[in-house]
């Protein structure tokens, strides 16, 4: 499908087995970015997305067939709601094509397919000194949830 952001038209799709390349090194250029270890794997990365059981599905946007980001995104679920929600894990633009309207486009995209969905809300995390990303998604008009805290516990 195309989008529109700001008069820059990109496609974008859904993921497939034969892009988990592309993907590793999408989410390997994050993790450079954000400053954190990546473990994931090709074939760990093409069983969670492609599996039997997919943990989660991915979305890949291109500018004239040049990969130029991707979303990661899952669902979870509300016992408050009732109803399920879209977690966005991952939203990456490649540098060259940041300011140009991309994110924006992604997220209202994803904004509309959650409610397609039944999703009640849509929800991810942002770290705490990504003044950019912060900014930008306030200017989506999301909200920051300063009460709650982020609890892990890490398996292996």
């Not at 291109?62 to 669902?75: A, H, R, T």
């Not at 016992?79 to 929600?85: A, H, I, S, V």
């Not at 997220?107 to 409610?115: E, G, N, P």
């Amino acid at each position: 499908m195309k989008l529109n952001a700001n008069q820059f038209e990109f496609d974008l799709r859904p993921g497939t087995i034969d892009d988990v390349p592309l993907l590793h090194a999408f989410i390997h250029e994050m993790a450079v970015f954000e400053k954190l270890t990546l473990y994931a794997t090709e074939a760990s990365l093409r069983e969670a997305f492609f599996g039997a059981q997919p943990a989660a599905y991915t979305l890949l946007a291109f500018d004239e067939g040049k990969p130029i980001g991707y979303i990661v995104y899952l669902y979870n679920f509300s016992t408050m709601l009732g109803q399920r929600g879209l977690w966005l894990e991952d939203l990456y633009v490649r540098p060259e094509y940041r300011g140009k309207g991309v994110g924006k486009a992604l997220m209202a995209y994803l904004k509309t397919f959650a409610v397609e969905q039944g999703c009640g809300r849509f929800e991810w995390m942002v770290l705490d000194w990504n003044e950019d990303a912060i900014a930008f998604y306030k200017g989506l008009g999301a909200q920051m949830l300063d009460d709650w805290r982020v609890c892990r516990v890490v398996m292996g």
